[in-house]
């Protein structure tokens, strides 16, 4: 077990492999062949290397040798959605559609803008006569 500062020990597919078929073949368990392959100094070690063992064990029973050659250390790419295409009509109509709805934006800003202007007139007017609005 590797401690503070120091790398973890990467095992190559060919000892994994070995280690799992003599386990499987020779009826060994998992103390047994941690014994038979590792020195231990401590429980917590042996239980460490018991730990990587059960996981080699069931991704070989899983998914065969190719499984014990896949690197699963570090984070995963990334998976992008494709993009999808649309038909030439049918993105022309899309851009049409928001053209036009980008043009009555601007006409009901307009007409917003409008509205304030008129009001703040006929406040002023009032104000002006000295009447309230009601």
């Known amino acids: ?3 503070k500062g120091q790398k973890q020990k990467k095992y190559g597919v060919e ?3 070995s280690v799992i078929l003599d386990m499987l073949n020779n009826n060994l368990g998992y103390r047994e062949t941690v014994r038979k392959y590792w020195d ?3 429980r917590a ?3 460490h290397y018991r730990t990587r063992l059960k996981l080699w ?8 040798e190719a499984g ?7 984070r995963k790419g990334a998976v992008r959605p494709r993009k999808r295409t649309l038909d030439k009509a049918v993105e022309e109509d899309l851009i049409a559609e ?3 709805l980008k043009e009555e934006l601007e006409y009901a800003q307009i007409e917003i803008e409008y509205l304030k202007k008129l ?7 009032e104000r002006k006569n000295g009447k309230k609005r009601k």
């Open 119 to 125: 009001d703040a007139l006929v406040r002023a007017e």
């Open 57 to 64: 064990e069931r991704i070989y029973l899983e998914k065969g």
């Open 45 to 47: 070690e042996e239980s």
């Open 98 to 100: 928001n053209q036009r």
């Open 15 to 17: 000892f994994k492999i």
């Open 68 to 74: 014990l050659m896949a690197e699963r250390r570090g």
């Open 1 to 3: 077990m590797a401690k």
């Open 40 to 42: 231990t100094k401590s």
